[in-house]
């Protein structure tokens, strides 16, 4: 990466983060792009060399920090399990009880991508530039591979994908924020059985 690429990737991390910092503390409603500039360091007309609006620079933020939590479950994975003796099945369950761990342990992140999470890994119409593309690719990269490892098909995983991540972040919002309708820890088994349940009846026999 040239020095001037260097640079501009600081100046898009640094709105990237206050934006972050701004929506998790002050909300969408009450962030401005004033705001978000103020606190990056940078002029207004900065902003729109990387963003359009703030409606963009959340939606980058979003797959930013769903790659994060993807990327890291995944490679926490590696590190402590027997990946070799473990399932397709077993993986995405170890994926899935990673990400509720991690967002019942950052309950800002929670509320950030809690109704977002899909949005990230499958960003589609004006979100879908070269950028969020390349970071969205990650996470279906690895889905691919661990397919091809374990030798079985899906029917349609990108469709299973997405009502895992949807189901996750979704139905976690209220056990993790309220324990309603039961606590985190009565609700985990049930979780992954739904999941586990997704997983096999999408594989293709034969």
């Given at each position: 990466?040239?020095?001037?690429?260097?640079?501009?990737?600081?100046?898009?991390?640094?709105?990237?983060?206050?934006?972050?910092?701004?929506?998790?503390?002050?909300?969408?409603?009450?962030?401005?792009?004033?705001?978000?500039?103020r606190?990056?360091?940078?002029?207004?007309?900065?902003?729109?060399?990387?963003?359009?609006?703030?409606?963009?620079?959340?939606?980058?933020?979003?797959?930013?920090?769903?790659?994060?939590?993807?990327?890291?479950?995944?490679?926490?994975l590696?590190?402590?399990?027997?990946?070799?003796?473990?399932?397709?099945?077993?993986?995405i369950?170890y994926?899935?009880?990673?990400?509720?761990?991690?967002?019942?342990?950052?309950?800002?992140?929670?509320?950030?991508?809690?109704?977002?999470?899909?949005?990230?890994?499958?960003?589609?119409?004006?979100?879908?530039?070269?950028?969020?593309?390349?970071?969205?690719?990650?996470?279906?990269?690895?889905?691919e591979?661990?397919?091809?490892?374990?030798?079985?098909?899906?029917?349609?995983?990108?469709?299973?994908?997405?009502?895992?991540?949807?189901?996750?972040?979704?139905t976690?919002?209220?056990?993790?924020?309220?324990?309603?309708?039961?606590?985190?820890?009565?609700?985990?088994?049930?979780?992954?059985?739904?999941?586990?349940?997704?997983?096999?009846?999408?594989?293709?026999?034969?």
């Amino acid at each position: 990466m040239s020095d001037m690429e260097s640079k501009k990737q600081k100046k898009r991390n640094a709105l990237l983060d206050s934006a972050y910092e701004l929506f998790t503390t002050i909300g969408y409603k009450h962030t401005t792009i004033s705001k978000i500039v103020r606190l990056a360091g940078v002029g207004k007309g900065t902003f729109y060399l990387y963003f359009k609006d703030k409606d963009d620079i959340r939606s980058a933020l979003i797959i930013r920090q769903s790659r994060v939590i993807l990327n890291e479950a995944v490679n926490t994975l590696k590190r402590e399990l027997d990946v070799g003796e473990k399932s397709f099945a077993d993986k995405i369950v170890y994926i899935t009880d990673y990400i509720v761990d991690y967002m019942s342990h950052d309950i800002a992140q929670l509320q950030f991508l809690s109704k977002y999470l899909s949005r990230g890994l499958f960003p589609t119409g004006g979100e879908a530039n070269s950028k969020t593309q390349e970071e969205a690719q990650i996470f279906r990269e690895y889905i691919e591979s661990e397919l091809e490892y374990s030798g079985i098909m899906l029917k349609d995983p990108r469709t299973v994908m997405f009502t895992i991540i949807e189901l996750v972040s979704s139905t976690c919002y209220n056990v993790i924020l309220n324990g309603e309708p039961v606590t985190l820890g009565e609700y985990k088994p049930y979780l992954y059985r739904c999941v586990r349940l997704l997983v096999n009846d999408a594989i293709e026999n034969g």
